[in-house]
């Protein structure tokens, strides 16, 4: 299952994977634009949502993308609201769920890290069979949400599931992410695991 994070417009898609052939059983949107400004009422929404698709499509993974980085931090608050609620939801029944950025999704479908919305969709139609969406409008929010399944697709056995994350690994893949060491102090040696004692 793939979601497109969202507080007035969140895109989910639920793909069908058997070796490398891909299905998509559908993709859609959850409008909560009539709503308005209630943003408890969103959250909700979303969350009985995910689960109603839980429950209809039995999911064995969550693909989400993070929420990105803006300007406005009330709005980057919501959308971080909304992903946990969404991803709460998959943890509700026991669904393991990855983070993919923006970019990495953008990237693993068109080959651009920078391609727009209707790049990614344009890709899609080429590489795989869509059912029709019933507004062209929610369209782009859909195929966000497909392009986030698929990045998960193409990524599979090249990540971690939650609950199994490794620091080292996000080290390697992060070295700028690294503290540099306090000039006059020489670095902590990193400390041996405790060796087991014998029963």
Not at 13 to 23: F, T, Y
Not at 82 to 89: H, N, S
Not at 110 to 117: C, E, F, P, R, V
Not at 163 to 183: Q, T
Request: aromatic share 6%.
């Amino acid at each position: 299952m793939g979601v497109d994070p969202g507080t007035n417009i969140m895109g989910y898609a639920l793909i069908e994977v058997r070796g490398q052939k891909v299905d998509v059983l559908c993709y859609d949107v959850i409008n909560m634009q009539k709503l308005g400004t209630n943003h408890a009422l969103k959250l909700k929404k979303i969350f009985e949502r995910m689960l109603e698709l839980i429950d209809e499509y039995l999911p064995d993974e969550l693909a989400i993308e993070a929420p990105f980085f803006g300007v406005n931090v009330q709005s980057m608050l919501k959308l971080g609201r909304a992903q946990g609620v969404a991803i709460a939801a998959c943890l509700s029944r026991q669904i393991p769920y990855v983070e993919y950025a923006p970019t990495k999704v953008k990237q693993s479908v068109t080959g651009s890290g920078n391609a727009t919305k209707e790049q990614v969709a344009h890709m899609l139609r080429q590489t795989l069979t869509l059912p029709p969406v019933e507004e062209a409008s929610k369209f782009l929010d859909a195929t966000d949400a497909l392009s986030v399944a698929l990045c998960h697709h193409y990524q599979k056995g090249n990540n971690v599931k939650a609950g199994g994350k490794s620091w080292g690994k996000f080290l390697a893949d992060n070295p700028g992410k690294l503290a540099a060491p306090v000039a006059g102090k020489k670095a902590a040696a990193p400390r041996a695991a405790p060796k087991a004692k014998a029963k």
